[in-house]
């Protein structure tokens, strides 16, 4: 069994900055790929980020890019995603989960409560 825990979302001006973090238990985590989705109002689901099991390799979607930097630490069965120069169109609210591997964009256990990210226009 996969628990997920998001935190650190909250309200910033655009051009703010926050750090998300995610708490994953589970023997897996170790072994897999983490990734970073969102889901705004009225919208679906969309991938943000992903990192290897092993911090080595990232990805992003354009949206991210320049922008989000995701990083992991095994040791602490920790997941984070370092938003910079944020915009009105991040406002959603942010989950994590596994991916299979780094470009999957697809998360594999049951989605976690998400943690709220709002940028005010």
């Known amino acids: 069994q996969v628990q997920l825990v998001e935190s650190g979302g909250g309200l910033v001006q655009a051009g703010g900055s926050l750090r998300l973090s995610c708490a994953a238990s589970?023997?897996?985590?170790?072994?897999?790929?983490m990734g970073w989705f969102r889901q705004a109002p009225g919208k679906e689901r969309e991938f943000v980020a992903a990192i290897s099991w092993n911090g080595g390799s990232t990805y992003y979607a354009d949206s991210a890019k320049g922008r989000f930097t995701i990083s992991r630490d095994n040791a602490k069965n920790m997941v984070y995603l370092q938003m910079n120069s944020l915009k009105p169109e991040d406002t959603a609210v942010y989950y994590c989960?596994?991916?299979?591997?780094?470009?999957?964009?697809?998360?594999?256990?049951?989605w976690g409560q998400g943690t709220q990210v709002t940028v005010p226009s």
């Open positions: 589970g023997r897996t985590f170790r072994s897999n790929a």
């Open positions: 989960n596994a991916q299979r591997e780094v470009y999957s964009r697809s998360g594999l256990y049951a």
